[in-house]
């Protein structure tokens, strides 16, 4: 098993405009709480947290849950119908002075969802209050997210048992800095990819690997100019089993990952499966839809014709033939279709 990785603490309180991730959901000007889709098939949390200060939703949401937020004692409330599975309330609540705050969190321990809290040294509810109101957790800030997904995890463990649908699993991601590739924290998930597909001295240190800051370097450039995401594919290990891994870049809120940082979520997707799935999308013999998912690893064209048993101008007519097929006018837009085509929901 690689070392730990180095975490820097994040502090969850800072402010920020709570952008969120694409797609997530949020609140509007006034109180209320808001909620995401997938209500089914994802473990609901309530995050009771100042309107100013959303920093958490991203890494929330990027680890599979879906959230409701509550900017208020009446949105945080009424945000206890929608059933949640935990609560996660932020003590610092500009809007609620003196031992409002305290008073909020007996209300919301009052239901059946555990309540995990977030407070400052100097706050004036010590820990043992909080305990004493009724938190099932508290987290002192600044909070390590690796520390608070932990949390989430144990506190959420005990409902697993009693045959209701399991919450899916943390999303396998990392926060790392543009600048030199430095990784400020990452889940257990992404530690344990890193190790198993970058072997020392990458998987020993907290930095990426160079094709990866690479490639980072690129996509933060392209989403600047405003251009479409487009992910990384990195081929296994030699001898390894036929699995790919790939990196995504996503948005997420500067407050909660630091300014100069980027969230990247990791994906390992089974290399066979993948291919039946773009031979069966886009209509491809099976050879093109080898072809083209091992394009998407961008590997230089002789390594790829010499494992193809091709010449370098055999491989240069293959590649030609396939973005004919596909109606497009270069491999760039080949790949940007097999990159649709698997990003697609299963």
Request: hydrophobic share 45%.
């Amino acid at each position: 098993m690689p070392p730990a990785r180095t975490e820097e603490a994040v502090d969850a309180s800072a402010s920020g405009t709570g952008t969120g991730s694409p797609g997530s959901s949020g609140m509007g000007d006034g109180a209320g709480v808001g909620t995401g889709t997938g209500a089914d098939a994802r473990t609901r949390l309530l995050v009771v947290q100042a309107l100013s200060v959303q920093p958490l939703a991203a890494v929330l949401e990027e680890s599979g849950y879906e959230l409701l937020r509550a900017a208020d004692a009446i949105a945080a409330v009424d945000g206890l119908g929608a059933r949640p599975s935990l609560v996660i309330m932020d003590m610092t609540l500009p809007d609620l002075p003196g031992d409002g705050p305290l008073a909020l969190l007996r209300r919301l321990a009052a239901g059946p969802a555990p309540v995990l809290t977030l407070s400052r040294p100097q706050d004036p509810p010590r820990i043992g209050a909080l305990l004493t109101a009724g938190a099932a957790e508290c987290l002192i800030k600044p909070v390590r997210m690796s520390e608070l997904l932990m949390r989430i995890e144990r506190l959420l463990r005990p409902a697993r048992g009693t045959g209701t649908a399991a919450p899916r699993r943390p999303t396998a991601s990392m926060t790392v800095r543009e600048r030199d590739g430095h990784c400020a924290w990452q889940t257990p998930q992404a530690r344990a990819l890193m190790g198993a597909y970058f072997p020392p001295p990458w998987s020993d240190h907290a930095r990426l690997p160079p094709e990866v800051l690479a490639w980072l370097h690129r996509e933060a450039l392209r989403r600047r100019a405003g251009a479409p995401p487009s992910s990384l594919t990195v081929a296994p290990p030699s001898g390894a089993p036929r699995q790919r891994l790939s990196f995504a870049l996503m948005a997420a809120d500067p407050e909660v990952i630091g300014d100069g940082h980027w969230l990247l979520v990791l994906r390992e997707a089974d290399e066979a499966a993948s291919i039946a799935t773009l031979a069966k999308a886009l209509d491809l013999p099976q050879a093109d839809a080898e072809l083209l998912f091992g394009l998407l690893g961008r590997p230089r064209p002789e390594q790829q014709a010499e494992a193809l048993g091709l010449s370098e101008a055999a491989y240069g007519t293959r590649v030609d033939a396939l973005c004919r097929r596909l109606a497009v006018s270069d491999l760039m837009q080949a790949l940007e279709r097999a990159r649709q085509v698997l990003d697609r929901p299963a």
